[in-house]
């Protein structure tokens, strides 16, 4: 039995004050105000205790580039991000396109055992697409949806047959949304900032002409579509049209792209450089009333490590993209801090919506009966993002070795402590 003491829960319609938790083996037993006894205790007085962060677009790299990141290591990253369910993506090697390499993903993680991992497996076979992969036997390995993340599904005609394929199972399509040939080799986003630095641009039409056509799709197949990475003003109002005509589409948006703008890349810094890239102020503002109005349903991290040789090169070869798990909460605090919205849209964000989205009924409210994951958030520790906290084999971010302020001080995934911030 595990006791969370002096607990302020924080559920998406409802904040309950110094309520006690009592966790008998996987699952919440009880609320309750009044005192109970227990062997293993934890005090969150002041402290935020919220459902177990869901973060369903991250990039472990196993099989294939484990130097770069692993299934173990991309654990040990989220947990210590307050995340105790992750969907890997597909662009792996060999690509996730079967079953066995979906199964081989849920058994690794498995035997880690610090989260729930379910795969996002590829819409075509090598990511080429061009022909549909088995989706009935991958969602039977424990997948739950499928994106070719990293790249788009260029011919429309295979993104609907893929859109209604993928429904006839109850899943849905993540849409990796980006006209390749309008991206060209840009490398940054186009406007001022690529005319000062000299650098390539991708425009945002670039991302808004597939969001436009997806919704499109949906539309015409009736099928769920979720945008992934959405980064531009023009996306967000697309994605808000698409909602009032009723179409089923959901959305996301990182921290990264609410958070910073491509006036950082006056540095040539290649931690600043991810697909797609850092828009503009106007981009960022729009993303954040995304986010408020519910146009974005949720908050993913697109957490997608690289080696250092992979980035410490000249910019128009460093590859793109920036880890994420660990800064999920920081970066997202700051919007409730800055009085965006409070804690309840923080857990909406976070892990409700999330698990509504994949339907995973077990997570992502705190009540009796529910699965016991759960963190435990200090909104006000500082620290810096080092080595030491750093758990990813990556550390491709701008935030590396930065101050940062609020984190997950203890991550419980089925009523064991799996991340304590205090012993590391
Ligand atoms: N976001 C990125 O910049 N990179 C991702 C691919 C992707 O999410 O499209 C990666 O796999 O490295
Ligand atoms: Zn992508
Ligand atoms: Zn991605």
């Not at 109850?170 to 406007?191: M, Y």
Request: proline share 3%; hydrophobic share 40%.
């Amino acid at each position: 039995m595990l006791l969370l003491k002096n607990c302020t829960v924080i559920n998406f319609d409802k904040i309950e004050e110094n309520v006690n938790i009592l966790i008998n083996n996987d699952k919440i037993e009880d609320i309750t105000k009044e005192e109970i006894e227990s062997a293993t205790v934890i005090d969150c007085s002041g402290k935020y205790v919220v459902p177990g962060l869901i973060d369903m677009h991250v990039h472990f790299r196993d099989p294939g580039f484990e130097y770069k990141e692993d299934i173990e290591s991309g654990s040990k990253a989220a947990v210590a991000g307050g995340v105790t369910t992750c969907l890997p993506m597909a662009n792996t090697k060999p690509v996730n396109d079967n079953s066995s390499i979906t199964r081989y993903m849920v058994e690794k993680a498995k035997e880690i055992g610090l989260i729930d991992l379910f795969p996002i497996a590829a819409v075509t076979k090598g990511m080429k697409g061009e022909e549909l992969t088995e989706m009935g036997d991958i969602l039977e390995a424990g997948a739950i949806a499928f994106s070719d993340d990293g790249l788009p599904v260029m011919n429309s005609e295979v993104m609907r047959r893929a859109l209604e394929y993928a429904s006839q199972f109850g899943s849905f399509i993540i849409s990796h949304a980006e006209d390749k040939n309008l991206t060209g080799d840009g490398v940054i986003n186009e406007g001022k900032i690529s005319t000062i630095t000299g650098l390539k641009g991708i425009p945002a039409e670039s991302e808004e002409v597939m969001i436009a056509r997806d919704i499109l799709l949906a539309k015409l197949t009736k099928a769920h579509v979720h945008i992934a990475h959405v980064s531009t003003k023009g996306s967000v109002e697309l994605i808000r049209w698409a909602k009032k005509m009723g179409i089923n589409v959901t959305a996301e948006a990182t921290p990264h792209h609410f958070t910073l703008t491509d006036e950082e890349l006056l540095n040539y810094d290649t931690n600043y450089k991810m697909n797609p890239p850092l828009r503009t102020e106007e981009d960022k503002n729009a993303i954040i009333e995304g986010l408020k109005d519910g146009t974005i349903d949720i908050i993913a991290t697109d957490h997608a490590p690289h080696h250092r040789v992979e980035k410490f090169v000249e910019f128009d070869n460093a590859a793109f993209g920036i880890t994420g798990l660990q800064t999920l909460i920081p970066l997202t605090l700051n919007l409730v801090k800055s009085g965006q919205f409070d804690m309840k849209k923080f857990v909406y964000l976070t892990s409700y919506k999330p698990a509504e989205i994949l339907n995973l009924k077990d997570r992502g409210y705190i009540a009796k009966g529910k699965k016991a994951d759960i963190t435990v958030i200090d909104d006000k520790i500082e620290y810096i993002f080092d080595e030491k906290v750093n758990k990813s084999k990556s550390d491709n971010t701008p935030f590396f070795k930065k101050k940062l302020i609020g984190a997950a001080i203890y991550t419980i995934k089925d009523g064991k402590i799996v991340y304590d911030f205090h012993q590391q």
